[in-house]
C-alpha cells in the first residue's frame, strides 16, 4: 500500500550541475535532485521531501517564500523531484519521518459533489487501491520483465461490484449511496457496460478512472464525466492478469485506459520516459500525468505487495495546478 513518506535517506556521488556553478546533482532512488554544493556531500544523510509534499510553515521553510508546497522545479534546464532538509534529530537510516516533520501530502480537491457512504456488501473485505511511484523503487520489476504500459488518468478511482443481486459503487475509500448527484453513481448512468461487466462477473470488482470535470485536467468533456476501466480483482489483494483482465473487458465494451504499450521489457529510464508528453485519451488536449507499469503477470514483491507502479510525468508536475 502507498503511505506518503519523508525518508531519511543517505547522498550518493554529487554531480556538478551542466548550467549552474553552485549546484549540484544528486540520484535519490529514481528523483534527480538539485541541491546546493555548499551544503551537502557524498556519504551525508538527508530527510528526503518528494514532490507534492506540504510543509508546514515554520522558520525552516522561509527559503520558499510561503509556497509550501513541495513542486518539481526546472532549475537552468534540469528538473529537481523535491527537497532535501537536514535530518532530524535521533532520525535513522530508512526511517519515515513525516509525521516527525509535520509534513503531509497534497490532495488536489474533486470538483464535484461526492455523494454519501454506505456500508459495503456484506462479509466483503477489501482494501484502498493505492500504488507506489515507480521512482520510489525503480529497481523492484527486473530489467527485462514483460510489462504492460497505460497512461495513468487524472480523475478520481473508482469500483464497482455485483454481490447479493445488487451493483454496489465505490469510490477509492468508501461505498457510496445511490443519488443523482454522485460522481461515482452518475459515471454508472453514462457508461452501462459497467453494470453489464459487473452481472456477468458477480464477485469480481472493476476497477478504473472516473475523469473529465472531477480535477483540473478535464480531457475535453468540460461539462460530463467519463469512466476508464485499468484492473479487475478476484480477492483482497488479488488481481487478474493484466491480459486476462483486458480480454474480459473487451469482452463487454468496458473503455479502458489508454494503452502506452502493451507487452515491453521493463526497463526504468524507458517507463519513465512514457510518463511523459500529451495524453491520448481521445478528446483531451493536454500533458498527460504519466503512466502505470505493471507486469504482463501479476508479481508480487516483499517490501511493496503487487508490482504495479506509478510515474508521474515530470511535464505534468511542473505545470501549473
Known amino acids: 500500500m502507498s503511505n506518503h513518506a519523508v525518508e531519511i535517506v543517505q547522498l550518493g556521488e554529487l554531480h556538478p550541475h551542466p548550467h549552474a556553478d553552485k549546484l549540484a546533482i544528486v540520484q535519490v532512488f529514481g528523483y534527480t535532485v538539485c541541491v546546493n554544493q555548499a551544503d551537502w556531500k557524498e556519504g551525508d544523510l538527508a530527510a528526503y521531501i518528494p514532490p507534492d509534499s506540504i510543509v508546514p510553515n515554520i522558520p525552516e521553510y522561509a527559503f520558499l517564500d510561503g509556497h509550501l508546497r513541495i513542486r518539481a522545479k526546472k532549475l537552468r534546464g534540469i528538473v529537481s523531484f523535491g527537497l532535501l532538509m537536514p535530518v532530524p534529530l535521533d532520525a535513522y537510516l530508512g526511517q519515515n519521518v513525516a509525521e516527525q516533520m509535520s509534513i503531509t501530502h497534497y490532495d488536489p480537491p474533486l470538483l464535484v459533489t461526492q455523494g454519501d457512504n454506505e456500508s459495503g456488501p456484506p462479509g466483503f473485505c ?165 503512466c502505470v507499469v505493471k507486469p504482463r503477470t501479476e508479481m508480487y514483491h516483499n517490501s511493496v505487495g503487487r508490482m504495479i507502479f506509478k510515474a508521474v510525468g515530470a511535464g505534468y508536475l511542473l505545470r501549473k495546478g
Open 126 to 290: 477489501d482494501s484502498k487501491f493505492d500504488i507506489e511511484n515507480l521512482r520510489r523503487y525503480p529497481g523492484v520489476i527486473p530489467d527485462g520483465t514483460p510489462v504492460q504500459i497505460t497512461e495513468k488518468i487524472h480523475g478520481a478511482c473508482a469500483r464497482y461490484t455485483w454481490r447479493d443481486d445488487r451493483l454496489w459503487v465505490g469510490s477509492r475509500t468508501g461505498w457510496k449511496k445511490e443519488t443523482e448527484s454522485c460522481l461515482w453513481w452518475r459515471v454508472v448512468k453514462a457508461t452501462p457496460q459497467i453494470e453489464s461487466f459487473c452481472r456477468a462477473n458477480p464477485g469480481l470488482v472493476l476497477y478504473g478512472e472516473v475523469f473529465g470535470q472531477v480535477q483540473d485536467l478535464r480531457y475535453g468533456s468540460p461539462n460530463g464525466v467519463r469512466f476508464a476501466a485499468f484492473d479487475v480483482s478476484h480477492g483482497v489483494g488479488a488481481f487478474l492478469h493484466a491480459g486476462q483482465a483486458n480480454a474480459m473487458m473487451d469482452e463487454h465494451v468496458v473503455p479502458q485506459v489508454p494503452m502506452l504499450f502493451r507487452v515491453v521489457p521493463y526497463s526504468f529510464d524507458f517507463c519513465v520516459a512514457a510518463a511523459e508528453g500529451a495524453s491520448i485519451v481521445p478528446g483531451a488536449d493536454h500533458v498527460r500525468e504519466g
